[in-house]
């Protein structure tokens, strides 16, 4: 069973950074034929997706709401899939999870939680203003 754990998270002042990694453990199978993608959920609200990446980081796709601010990145080597978060504004105060889809890229779809297979546990990133 795959094991997606997070870390990195803290408090930040806002237009301060912060790295999240998300380690993946798969008994039997290949990280580098995963995409991982980046979900978060704020108090109230539901899960919103953040970024993307192909299995050898040469796709990526980002919410609108990041683009120019975050930046998905793996080492394969390591099996680890990382979010560079620069410029934090407190409305990115959330819950981040980290998820894997086995299988193709699948463009802008890969936005949609239904076609990710597991989920880590999250990290929680708060941002004050």
């Known amino acids: 069973q795959v094991q997606l754990v997070e870390s990195g998270g803290g408090l930040v002042r806002a237009g301060g950074s912060l790295r999240l990694s998300c380690s993946c453990v798969?008994?039997?199978?290949?990280?580098?034929?995963?995409?991982m993608g980046w979900f978060r959920q704020a108090p109230g609200k539901e899960r919103e997706f953040v970024a993307a990446?192909?299995?050898?980081?040469?796709?990526?796709l980002y919410a609108d709401s990041v683009k120019g601010r975050f930046t998905i990145s793996r080492d394969n080597a390591k099996n680890t899939v990382y979010l560079q978060m620069t410029s934090l504004k407190p409305e990115d105060t959330a819950v981040y999870y980290c998820?894997?889809?086995?299988?193709?890229?699948?463009?802008?779809?890969?936005?949609?939680?239904?076609?990710?297979?597991?989920w880590g546990q999250g990290t929680q990133v708060t941002v004050s203003s």
């Open positions: 798969a008994p039997g199978r290949t990280f580098s034929t995963f995409v």
């Open positions: 998820a894997f889809r086995p299988g193709i890229w699948l463009g802008d779809r890969q936005k949609e939680e239904r076609f990710y297979g597991g």
């Open positions: 990446i192909g299995w050898n980081g040469g796709s990526t």
